[in-house]
């Protein structure tokens, strides 16, 4: 059984060596509020891109610096798991999900695009939180000497919480 999951061993010690195990009191205590539970908006700032293509059936990325991607994040309820985004070409009602330190927006689109912006709880400099967005799409497309090829972004940089 240790061999199997040796963590549950490991975790049997530390609760040995622990003594009682925190009441919900207690953990409540010692556990911070996650700040991002009450934003209501972000601006929010990518400097950095990393795309990637399909040459010969293998993925090659490519970082860049320079270009800017920004938006805002607005009228966000992580009751709810709603918010809208303003800025970016498929502007509109958006999905907000809370989940451990981070806080993740979801964009599904019709067409099959999917973009996921997330948000960590850690900043990056003073008032700025660090984040990441990323959008893939596809729309096979074949017409005389223009075949497409997937879209994949992954976008890094910081959000800026307004209210």
Request: hydrophobic content about 40%; charged content about 15%.
């Amino acid at each position: 059984m240790w061999t199997k999951h040796p963590w549950i061993g490991a975790a049997a010690v530390l609760t040995l060596l622990a003594g009682a195990p925190l009441t919900a009191a207690q953990a409540a205590q010692t556990t911070p509020a996650n700040p991002l539970a009450a934003v209501k908006g972000l601006k929010c700032s990518f400097p950095i891109l990393t795309s990637a293509t399909w040459e010969s059936g293998e993925p090659t990325p490519q970082v860049k610096k320079g270009g800017l991607l920004s938006f805002q994040l607005t009228e966000i309820d992580t009751q709810e798991s709603t918010a809208n985004v303003v800025g970016l070409s498929s502007m509109g009602h958006i999905v907000a999900q809370l989940s451990g330190w981070n806080l993740h927006f979801l964009d599904i689109r019709p067409t099959g695009s999917l973009t996921i912006t997330t948000v960590f709880a850690q900043e990056s400099r003073e008032k700025k939180l660090k984040a990441v967005h990323t959008r893939t799409d596809y729309l096979p497309v074949s017409i005389p000497g223009f075949v497409a090829k997937p879209d994949v972004f992954q976008y890094y940089g910081e959000c800026e919480v307004v209210q």
